[in-house]
């Protein structure tokens, strides 16, 4: 359940979206339109730390995983998949309106609210019941009750303190738009809201050409979109996303077994990319999806609470199946061990890269005040930190510069790496500490004299003196996907 967040940790989050803007992480899309809700872009440095987490996700799963290979497969599909899928007649979110504040929510989303609010108060069996009886309501599809369970609940809306609400109906979440040049309704398609559909359809087409057998993978990241009721917390839920989607094969029966190595892998993923296990948990679904026998969430405390920041779901046959009937071309898979032909059971780890973008930049935020200082500071792992080294000449004299340049051109095709000769070098370590470079590499009148710079690590503010030749190598363990792969 989540937990309400104080004011103090959402004021935290207001410095962390106006740090991501100030620093080139993330801006409002098309802001000098004064924005388009819920879709974001990422600059200079976001979009290096975007794809670092993408890279890293993507090469943990088909290097470190010799039986998971990947696809990347189109945006738009024929509209059957979303028919066979379940999204054309389910992917709905309930909403209401509230009638005083001309505000729309998530139903669920606010008897959610409350039931952690009531949590936070102590009242922890009340709030279990209230959840449960939200989870029944759902699954009967019983609109009208949830309405009942917000009015008898005595839930308002934040903004005008009424509870005038309107009934509670059912929002498709998927955009639609039309293909070719005639808008009739044969022409209809989506815009895919996840990307998981993109794995099942090629299911064979990957099985025969990449000769793989069950228990195998697929791996897909790419962009989803959803048109999400209320849009709120930033990146958090967006209406344009990206998603890191792997699909594992399995022969049936083996799946709960499989279920639990991926939730546990996964765990272990971020728990090697340095987030602290306490601000970590799984949590069980409640209410599961149509396609699913188990599904859990592996959730991070954000400022604004513990949410979700990935999704395991056990998902039976439930595609695979759906599509057979539907396209009438056979999904089945022979396995020679048993001589037996089956449609496998599939497990899906699906995480959003921009959730785990946030997650990252959220962990990494760290003010620390000394006396009368504060020092603001992105505590990036090395392996994904926009930036790997800034290079300063002290002083823009004396050769300097030039020195600085040779160490450039030494380090540049293998990291991404800044060079920077104006202002104070005070002024230069602040600058990258605020984008989160793990090293700075100073170069004075002693490097002209015997070839050694001055490291200065960011997170300790220490200095040591090391020979050029050294810098490669160091530079290269320190931000090395290998050292998170081995703690997998
Ligand atoms: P939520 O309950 O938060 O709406 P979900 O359960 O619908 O999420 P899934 O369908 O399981 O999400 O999608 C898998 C992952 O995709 C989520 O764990 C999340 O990281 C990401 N994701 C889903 N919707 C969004 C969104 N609107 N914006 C950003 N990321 C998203």
Redesign the pocket.
């Known amino acids: 359940m989540a937990k309400t967040a104080n004011p103090a940790e959402n004021a935290q989050l207001k410095d962390i979206i106006a740090h991501a803007k100030e620093y080139g992480f993330v801006y409002p899309s098309s802001e000098i339109y004064d924005g388009l809700q819920a879709v974001y872009d990422y600059g200079a440095y976001g979009v290096e730390l975007k794809n670092n987490l993408k890279r890293l996700w993507w090469e943990t799963m088909t290097r470190v995983h010799e039986n998971i290979v990947g696809i990347d497969a189109a945006i738009f599909m024929h509209p059957t998949t979303w028919k066979a899928s379940g999204h054309v007649d389910s992917f709905n979110d309930p909403m209401i309106d509230n009638k005083d504040s001309k505000k729309r929510y998530r139903a669920d989303v606010l008897v959610e609210e409350h039931a952690a609010k009531l949590e936070n108060e102590g009242k922890v069996d009340e709030a279990k019941q209230l959840t449960a009886a939200l989870a029944r309501l759902l699954e009967a599809e019983d609109l009208a009750g949830v309405r009942d369970l917000i009015i008898n609940e005595g839930i308002t809306c934040p903004i005008s303190g009424t509870s005038n609400w309107t009934d509670v109906r059912q929002f498709n979440l998927m955009f639609s738009t039309q293909v070719g040049s005639v808008a009739d309704d044969a022409s209809t398609i989506y815009l895919r809201p996840?990307t998981a559909q993109g794995i099942f359809v090629n299911f064979l087409n990957v099985q025969k050409t990449a000769r793989m057998k069950v228990p195998f993978g697929i791996a897909q990241i790419g962009k989803?979109f959803?048109n999400?009721i209320v849009?709120r917390q930033f990146?958090?839920?967006?209406?344009e996303?990206e998603?890191m989607e792997m699909q594992f094969f399995v022969r049936p029966g083996t799946e709960l077994d499989w279920y639990q190595k991926w939730a546990d892998v996964r765990m272990r993923w971020h728990l090697a990319l340095g987030t602290p296990a306490e601000k970590l948990r799984k949590h069980d679904h409640e209410k599961l999806a149509h396609y699913a026998n188990a599904a859990m969430?592996i959730e991070y405390e954000f400022p604004f609470g513990f949410?979700?920041?990935?999704?395991i779901?056990s998902r039976t046959d439930f595609d695979l199946k759906s599509h057979q009937e539907y396209s009438k071309k056979k999904q089945q898979y022979f396995d020679p061990e048993v001589n037996q032909n089956y449609i496998p059971y599939v497990i899906e780890t699906?995480?959003?890269a921009?959730?785990?973008f946030l997650l990252t930049l959220c962990n990494a935020y760290t003010e620390e005040t000394t006396e009368d200082k504060t020092r603001v500071y992105l505590k990036f792992h090395p392996a994904v930190a926009p930036v790997k080294a800034a290079i300063l000449p002290l002083t823009k004299k004396d050769g300097l510069p030039e020195k600085a340049q040779e160490i450039v051109e030494l380090l540049k095709y293998d990291f991404n790496i800044i060079y920077e000769e104006a202002a104070s070098i005070g002024k230069r370590y602040t600058r990258q500490d605020l984008i989160g470079t793990p090293f700075c590499i100073a170069v004075d009148h002693q490097t002209l004299e015997d070839n050694t710079v001055t490291i200065r690590h960011r997170d300790t503010t220490e200095q040591e003196r090391v020979p050029i030749s050294e810098l490669h190598g160091r530079i290269a363990e320190a931000t090395s996907f290998r050292r998170v792969f081995e703690r997998i």
């Open positions: 996840e989803a959803r999400e849009a990146i958090f839920r967006m209406r996303f998603q969430d949410k979700e920041v990935e999704g779901h699906s995480i959003g921009d959730r785990l």
